[in-house]
T-cell receptor, first 111, second 114 residues
């Protein structure tokens, strides 16, 4: 059974810092990995989708990398802003088409 | 609509009652997922539809939970004889084609069973 772990569980940083969120998974036989953002009381918003054949994806200040063999992904956020404050979740999908989610990293960026 | 919508946004019910939660996916999206999310946890898979049929319902916790998607668009999650442990946020997501594409989530229904 796939297990997804996200470290750290919570993070508080001053505005402007570059930061890295980590996601690890136990079964490397995945088709893709997605990073999501969830604001309090809201649904999830997809940030980046990395196919298993890809090494990384970039969108604006966000960069996600994938090392399938080691079961790891990182989400890099450059020049963090208070508006980046949210919970960030990663999810991996395998042959069953069913995503398995981590518990998320709760990020606070303070001015 | 432009995104996935879910109704109601909040539902308070008493233990033992029946509830229905509705999901309206993005128009044209063939795949639809239901998840349950408890505080401090990631979404937990319940059931996945491809068109009108349930492709995978392995996440439904017991036979009190049932979901339908009769016309391949709107889906309803039905919970019978609700229990306090059913209290959670129920999320719906849809994808354009197969299940390995970007998932678009609705805002969720917050269910509280008293």
């Amino acid at each position: 059974k796939q297990e997804v772990t996200q470290i750290p569980a919570a993070l508080s940083v001053p505005e402007g810092e570059n930061l890295v969120l980590n996601c690890s998974f136990t079964d490397s036989a995945i088709y893709n990995l997605q990073w999501f953002r969830q604001d309090p009381g809201k649904g999830l918003t997809s940030l980046l989708l990395i196919q298993s054949s890809q090494r990384e994806q970039t969108s604006g200040r966000l960069n996600a990398s994938l090392d399938k063999s080691s079961g790891r992904s990182t989400l890099y956020i450059a020049a963090s802003q208070p508006g980046d404050s949210a919970t960030y979740l990663c999810a991996v999908s395998g042959g069953s088409y069913i995503p398995t989610f981590g518990r998320g990293t709760s990020l606070i960026v303070h001015p | 609509g432009a995104g996935v919508s879910q109704t109601p946004s909040n539902k308070v019910t008493e233990k033992g009652k029946y509830v229905e939660l509705r999901c309206d996916p993005i128009s044209g999206h063939t795949a639809l997922y239901w998840y349950r999310q408890s505080l401090g946890q990631g979404p937990e898979f319940l059931i996945y539809f491809q068109g009108t049929g349930a492709a995978d319902d392995s996440g439904l916790p017991n036979d009190r939970f049932f979901a339908v998607r009769p016309e391949g668009s709107v889906s309803t999650l039905k919970i019978q004889r609700t229990e306090r442990g059913d209290s959670a946020v129920y999320l719906c997501a849809s994808t354009l084609g197969g299940g390995l594409e970007t998932q678009y989530f609705g805002p969720g229904t917050r269910l509280l069973v008293l």
